[in-house]
């Protein structure tokens, strides 16, 4: 299954998962314009994986203050999207909540991204989801760009919470 960018754009306005559940940030902190896959099977630990992108656009506003006269994407936008992705599963999932980031285990960053990137490749592999007490997602996750993998997390959490 895949999400075009206006189920995106929908998931981002509170509107796809229903009120009060999972949601992307919208504006300027979404860090994802296409989910190409999502599967409850497979990935790395075969309990689920997404595949998704984001177009790389040299006025993105991040290149304007990050840094001047050396425009770079930060690290934490690419985790964040990492994060956003597995909000979504959960959401997918048919779990009920809100979604937050509660943690990662270990981030690692061997590679940038300049304005002229063109796009970049975001996988997440589910590791565990857990309904009780609260739906809780763990994944590792990876930014991909030109085929190289310059962004690792181990061990994102997202938990869902009510009201």
Not at 44 to 51: M, Q, R, S, V
Not at 69 to 93: F, I, R
Not at 109 to 121: H, L, T, W
Request: hydrophobic share 45%; with cysteine.
């Amino acid at each position: 299954m895949q999400f075009s960018n206006e189920e995106v754009m929908a998931m981002s306005n509170g509107l796809f998962f229903g009120a009060g559940n999972a949601q992307l940030p919208n504006s300027l902190m979404l860090m994802i314009d296409k989910i190409n896959y999502i599967s409850s099977t497979g990935g790395e630990f075969n309990k689920g994986i997404l595949d998704a992108e984001l177009f790389i656009k040299p006025d993105h506003w991040f290149f304007k203050c990050h840094f001047k006269g050396d425009p770079v994407m930060p690290g934490c936008l690419g985790v964040d999207a990492l994060w956003q992705l597995l909000g979504v599963y959960l959401g997918w999932s048919g779990l009920q909540g809100k979604g937050r980031a509660l943690g990662v285990g270990r981030v690692k960053f061997s590679g940038q991204i300049y304005p002229d990137a063109g796009s970049i490749e975001f996988k997440l592999h589910i590791k565990r989801v857990f309904t009780k007490p609260m739906p809780l997602g763990i994944a590792d996750g990876v930014v991909i760009h030109n085929g190289n993998v310059i962004y690792e997390a181990k061990d994102l959490k997202v938990g869902l919470i009510s009201g």
